[in-house]
């Protein structure tokens, strides 16, 4: 059982969307400005730092849910269980157990005016991530098949003492994986945000619903 009483296994999952992330360059709006913002803040605030690539993309999401309003709250059952009942003004810090296992990650949420408590399971597949989430008031999970080579460029093997331990040197195509996970986790989970955080047409995003993921095409 999960934290607040949520059963991981209920109800069948969704269709796995595809992702096709590097169909067209990488804009630099004022998307990518907020996802670039977001990817800064997770990565400087860390006790332990990105060490591999799937550190890096499970940050990355972690960084685009927090900048849409979701409040980390545990990364471990144990935690969750004793969380908060509503949303803290923000994220909790990630702990130095965050990334110990390296292929699943764990990150339970809340979000204001919502009793939800809300847990993201991200699992490491080879050269891919799928995301699970799921809240413990509906019975549908939510997942996401993300390539890891099209948002993790670059982890240095130095960690923080090397000049390309900066989240521009890290990530790629940071706009496609915000809409991506927007689109399919975080407006599925609350849908009334798809009306203030939504921006320009869904089509350039690169999802699709139904299929099989990224990695599997």
Same mark, same amino acid.
Not at 79 to 91: F, L, M
Not at 138 to 147: F, G, I, Q, S, V
């Given at each position: 059982? &999960?934290?607040?009483?949520? %059963?991981?296994? &209920?109800?069948?999952?969704?269709?796995?969307? !595809?992702?096709?992330?590097? !169909? %067209?360059?990488?804009? %630099?709006?004022? *998307?990518?400005?907020? $996802?670039?913002?977001?990817? #800064?803040?997770?990565?400087?605030?860390?006790?332990?730092?990105?060490?591999?690539?799937?550190?890096?993309?499970?940050?990355?999401?972690? $960084?685009?849910?927090?900048?849409?309003?979701?409040?980390?709250?545990?990364?471990?059952?144990?935690?969750?269980?004793? $969380?908060?009942?509503?949303?803290?003004?923000? +994220?909790?810090?990630?702990? +130095?157990?965050? *990334? &110990?296992?390296?292929?699943?990650?764990? =990150?339970?949420? %809340? =979000?204001?005016?919502?009793?939800?408590?809300?847990?993201?399971?991200?699992?490491?597949?080879?050269?891919?991530?799928?995301?699970?989430?799921?809240?413990? #008031?509906?019975?549908?999970?939510?997942?996401?098949?993300?390539?890891?080579?099209? =948002?993790?460029?670059?982890?240095?093997?130095?960690?923080?003492?090397?000049?390309?331990?900066?989240?521009?040197?890290?990530?790629?195509?940071?706009?496609?994986?915000?809409?991506?996970?927007?689109? *399919?986790?975080?407006?599925?989970?609350?849908?009334?945000?798809?009306?203030?955080?939504?921006?320009?047409?869904?089509?350039?995003?690169? !999802?699709?619903?139904? @299929? &099989?993921?990224? $990695? @599997?095409?």
């Amino acid at each position: 059982r &999960r934290g607040g009483g949520h %059963r991981w296994q &209920r109800g069948a999952p969704k269709a796995t969307p !595809t992702i096709q992330a590097h !169909t %067209r360059p990488a804009r %630099r709006g004022s *998307n990518w400005e907020m $996802a670039l913002d977001a990817a #800064r803040s997770a990565l400087a605030g860390l006790d332990s730092p990105v060490s591999t690539h799937a550190d890096a993309l499970a940050l990355a999401v972690h $960084a685009v849910l927090d900048s849409d309003g979701l409040r980390l709250v545990a990364t471990d059952e144990a935690a969750a269980a004793s $969380a908060p009942a509503t949303a803290p003004a923000r +994220s909790a810090a990630l702990g +130095s157990g965050w *990334n &110990r296992s390296q292929d699943v990650y764990t =990150f339970f949420y %809340r =979000f204001k005016d919502s009793p939800a408590l809300v847990v993201v399971k991200s699992l490491v597949m080879e050269d891919a991530m799928l995301v699970h989430a799921a809240s413990d #008031r509906a019975d549908d999970m939510h997942t996401l098949e993300l390539r890891m080579g099209d =948002f993790v460029q670059c982890v240095p093997a130095e960690g923080p003492s090397s000049a390309l331990y900066k989240a521009e040197h890290i990530f790629s195509d940071l706009e496609a994986l915000m809409r991506a996970v927007r689109i *399919n986790i975080t407006f599925k989970l609350f849908p009334s945000l798809s009306k203030k955080l939504l921006s320009g047409p869904q089509g350039t995003c690169g !999802t699709e619903e139904g @299929g &099989r993921g990224a $990695a @599997g095409t």
